[in-house]
């Protein structure tokens, strides 16, 4: 298995386990946001907003900057990345232990076949 810093890869999925902080991310997938932006669609107060966008900053998934009193925030898709070749792992785990149901299956189907189905499954 890949090794990954269990500490940031904990972060990540703290901040993903929040829907509001999903969304949030997702819109910082087309361009940056300020944090009034990002706070707009939940009708949350920018100081709420701010520690929702802290919890994606200390995960490694947003950075912020600021211009004067606005803060605008950016997406950083380095960590996702990490966290979805954490999920590979897993992902091939399944992947090889359906494909072994399946062979199961195919050849319980063939022993219990009739001669007929097997002769045509033959051609």
């Known amino acids: 298995m890949v090794e ?22 997702r819109s ?11 706070a707009a669609p939940f009708h949350i107060s920018l100081a709420a907003a701010s520690k929702h966008i802290k919890v994606l900053e200390r995960a490694g998934l947003v950075t912020r900057q600021i211009r004067g009193r606005t803060h605008l925030c950016h997406l950083q898709p380095q960590a996702l990345a990490e966290g979805q070749a954490w999920l590979r792992h897993y992902e091939q785990f399944w992947n090889d232990r359906l494909d072994a149901l399946d062979a ?7 022993t219990t076949a009739s001669p007929a189905t097997r002769r045509r499954k033959q051609s």
């Open 28 to 38: 910082l997938g087309g361009q940056p946001r300020s944090v009034g932006e990002l």
């Open 4 to 25: 990954h810093d269990s500490s940031r890869l904990d972060a990540v999925f703290h901040a993903l386990a929040d829907g509001t902080r999903r969304r949030m991310l």
């Open 104 to 110: 199961v299956l195919q050849a319980d189907t063939d």
